[in-house]
């Protein structure tokens, strides 16, 4: 599904006769593929010890096309299998009897993560003599692993920076003249009052309701102490009801703003 969601265009796929595959690939894409199945044929297997874990020997394989009109002389499972066979080379987790498998699902996640990320920006392919970032367009020199590890400092880094505080005064004399709105009262419940602008407002507002939060105000003066309830929009105009909420004053004088 992730896959079917991340292309426009009509694609060709080849799987192997695993049934899950053709269930898979059919919710997923429906009848929008090319599809075909690459099924191999093995002989009889060895009793020999030494081919006990070993797949038997292929003498063949014959092709079932499953929608669309795929092209036959694309239909092979070799890149893939290559693939699969470079990452469980390189990936002692994806060895086959051993105890080196993940323990935990989002560890064997950021494995899998780290070993494509250096697959394709510091290992140099035979066939490409560059990386495949570098074929790509994506980077302009083989990356070290000191580059790499820098990328989770970094990130780190900005995930402990700590943003500094806007004061809704600098918010209030940064608004240009032109903004307006109105606060209402409702008549039909007086626990509630309606500010009612245009987009320009609410951007104002909105940037006022996060310096304020910022700032741990309990509310904001534009009129009684208040709290955002819900948004509404109504042709052109747009609209906030506010629930009045009890509070303590602060000892700070109230700011007005412009009505």
């Not at 969601?5 to 929008?32: K, L, N, P, W």
């Not at 009109?69 to 290559?82: A, G, L």
Request: proline content about 3%; glycine content about 6%; aromatic content about 8%.
């Amino acid at each position: 599904m992730d896959l079917a969601s991340r292309v426009t265009t009509r694609i060709q796929i080849t799987t192997d006769g695993h049934r899950a595959y053709a269930e898979a690939v059919e919710g997923a894409f429906g009848m929008d593929v090319d599809y075909a199945m690459l099924i191999k044929l093995y002989g009889a297997p060895s009793d020999r010890p030494d081919t006990r874990y070993s797949p038997a020997a292929c003498i063949g394989t014959r092709t079932g096309i499953l929608s669309g009109t795929p092209d036959h002389d694309h239909i092979s499972t070799s890149y893939v299998e290559r693939q699969n066979l470079n990452l469980r080379m390189g990936v002692r987790r994806f060895t086959r009897l051993t105890n080196a498998f993940s323990k935990k699902f989002e560890n064997h996640c950021h494995m899998v993560a780290i070993y494509h990320a250096y697959y394709n920006f510091c290992r140099v392919h035979q066939t490409l003599r560059v990386t495949p970032a570098m074929e790509a367009g994506l980077a302009h020199h083989v990356w070290s692993l000191e580059e790499l590890v820098g990328l989770l400092e970094r990130k780190a880094v900005r995930r402990g920076s700590v943003k500094s505080k806007t004061n809704p005064d600098r918010v209030c004399a940064a608004a240009p003249d032109t903004i307006k709105f109105t606060i209402k009262s409702l008549q039909e419940d007086r626990s509630y009052i309606l500010i009612e602008g245009d987009k320009a407002a609410f951007v104002f507002l909105s940037r006022l309701f996060a310096a304020h939060a910022q700032a741990e105000d309990c509310g904001f003066d534009i009129g009684p102490k208040c709290a955002g309830n819900a948004f509404f929009n109504r042709g052109s105009k747009l609209g906030l009801y506010l629930h009045r909420l009890p509070c303590v004053e602060k000892k700070s004088s109230h700011r007005t703003h412009k009505t």
